[in-house]
């Protein structure tokens, strides 16, 4: 059974989609409250085009407009990409019955929380905004004792490893090649004071948790 949740940002007006897909056994907790565009005297089914964006602009969650290839939204879809590859990494590590599932299932839902940060440009927020899309440096903190316990599970590396090794690791591979250049995308905005900083150190450490979990599963 597959749930599929629209969060949106502004009242009124579509600004910014964030579309969730995901098993019913699995959740996640995300900033943006759902809204419905359904109403008693209407119930039809609402479309999921908004043509909003049609001329080059998106929205940020301040409700400002700016152009599609603007800095956050290019941030915004290299976050998106990476949580989506996790995803297809972990339907891999399942097959395979990998322990860290779990791990890599709250990565994607932290993910969410970056993607709001990233979305809420100090230069437009208002305190309500900032509240909301806060991002929490305790799960930088989860993902370096999860480095930790990977690392002293594994031997010493005396070469460096091709990326391969089974779908599950070539996934996570993967992962941690767009989770670099998310990191990268992310970086000038954290710089000019639109992103909490804690956003950028949580994708750094995520790039070590990757290579830890890849080299763990070549040996």
């Known amino acids: 059974m597959f749930i599929v949740m629209t969060f949106l940002i502004r009242p009124g ?21 759902k809204r419905s565009y359904t109403s008693e005297e209407n119930n039809r089914i609402p479309k999921i085009y908004t043509k909003t964006g049609d001329k ?31 995803g297809l990494a972990r339907e891999y590590c399942l097959e395979k019955g990998h322990t860290f599932t779990d791990q890599l299932d709250k990565i994607q839902c932290i993910l969410q929380d970056v993607g709001s940060n990233i979305a809420t440009p100090q230069s437009s927020a208002r305190e309500i905004h900032i509240k909301r899309t806060q991002f929490n440096n305790s799960s930088t903190t ?37 989770c670099r250049r998310a990191e ?29 979990r890849e080299k763990g599963k070549h040996l």
């Open 56 to 86: 080059g602009f998106s929205s940020t969650f301040t409700g400002e407009r700016r152009p599609k290839e603007n800095q956050i939204f290019e941030a915004l879809g290299n976050t998106d990409e990476l949580s989506s590859v996790i």
């Open 142 to 178: 989860d993902l370096e004792n999860w480095i930790d316990k990977f690392t002293e599970e594994l031997p010493p590396l005396t070469n460096f490893i091709l990326p391969s090794g089974g779908k599950s690791s070539a996934a996570l591979h993967l992962a941690r090649t767009i």
């Open 184 to 212: 990268r995308s992310v970086v000038p905005i954290v710089r000019s004071g639109e992103a909490d900083p804690d956003v950028a150190m949580f994708l750094n450490r995520q790039i070590c948790c990757n290579e830890r």
């Open 13 to 33: 007006h579509v600004r910014l989609g964030i579309t969730m897909i995901m098993t019913a056994h699995r959740s996640c907790r995300v900033v943006f409250s």
